[in-house]
């Protein structure tokens, strides 16, 4: 399971928990290999089983008007579930399913190694938060093993409940933040300096005067070669720096 494409092609012949008989599709999930946010839900529905595609029916629906509400559009995201097929009748996934299951959302996280983790309802925020209630520990970011996790209540008890869905647009409403934030903190120190360098140096060679924007470059490992400054000249602002992802 070395891509994102390998572990869905396993995914549609895995038989490893008895929700394999009922499936019409397996739904391993979808998104670009390099998106910034992941967002996690229970299992497929009816709609998803039968498309073989993540959040498709009412609920998708929802979550769709919720990424467009700040911004974003589904293609943009990464979105998977905790189980990859559909559960008779729309029934809880058993704790069994979700540890047989668990090994593709494991890789899928791997791999992605996304900015952010939605989780989406009580299952995957419990991935997360064990034991936790999703009304007390929703809308607020989570560092877990290394990852920030924020947990949203599942938009499909938005669309039962009024006073649940203003609480999803409410969280949802903190993403774009949130997001600003993380990249930030992601981005190396002087990467916002070395932009402005790079805005007023290109297209001539560095001058001295921009040494002090390479300070922050780290030291090069014992047998590397040392850098040189036209090795660290930083690319053109509409180029990501390297060791970063695109953003959208
Ligand atoms: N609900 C989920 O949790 N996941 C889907 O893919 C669709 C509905
Ligand atoms: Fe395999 Fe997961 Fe489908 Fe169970 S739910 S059969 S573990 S892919």
Redesign the pocket.
Known sequence: MDTLAELARR?SL???????SG?VN?V?GEGPDDAEVLFIGE?PGYHEDRQGRPFVGPAGNFLEDLLQSIGMTREQVYIANM???RPPNNRD?APD?IA??S??LDRQIELLNPLLIVTLGRFSTARFLPGQSISRVRGRLRSVNGRHIFPIMHPAAGLRRQEMRAAIEEDFAKLPGLLDVLRMQAAPPSAAGRIQDAQSAYPTEPAPSLQPAFQDTPAPAAGETPATPADTNPPPPDEPPPGQQRLF
């Open positions: 995914v895995c038989t490893a928990c008895p929700l394999h499936r397996a391993p299992g189980v990859k097929c996934p399913e047989a299951c090994k593709y």
